[in-house]
Nanobody
Framework: VQLQAFGGGSVQAGGSLRLSCAAS????????MGWFRQAPGKEREFVSG????????SYTDSVKGRFTISRDNAKNTVYLQMNSLKPEDTAVYFC????????????????WGQGTQVTVSS
């Protein structure tokens, strides 16, 4: 599975961005997808995950109610709608894929996109 993430940018606090991750290669619907982020000097952290058929959605507590993950298997694409952005959301965001169920562990994902920068200013 090859992944390409895009849609990052710079916004002010309270703004919105939608990240997209386009996949190619193996059967997309067999793979759970995850979004992770990594801020400077910090470890990569789980943001959200979704199962192959759109089930099994989960979020880290800090983004619940603000971020929404979704996928369109016909387009081999997963999305992360980010609303009410905060400066602490600033990070490089990565999409990842794994065969089977979702996981909050980065180590469980075999396939990674290149990352897209999200910068939120106060």
């Amino acid at each position: 599975v090859q992944l390409q993430a895009f849609g990052g940018g710079s916004v002010q606090a309270g703004g919105s961005l939608r990240l997209s991750c386009a996949a190619s290669g193996r059967v997309f619907s067999n793979h759970a997808m995850g979004w992770f982020r990594q801020a400077p000097g910090k470890e990569r952290e789980f943001v959200s995950g979704i199962g192959g058929t759109g089930n099994g959605i989960s979020y880290t507590d800090s983004v619940k109610g603000r971020f929404t993950i979704s996928r369109d298997n016909a387009k081999n694409t997963v999305y992360l709608q980010m609303n009410s952005l905060k400066p602490e959301d600033t990070a490089v965001y990565f999409c990842a894929a794994r065969y089977g169920l979702t996981s909050r562990s980065a180590m469980a994902y075999a396939y990674w996109g290149q990352g897209t920068q999200v910068t939120v200013s106060s």
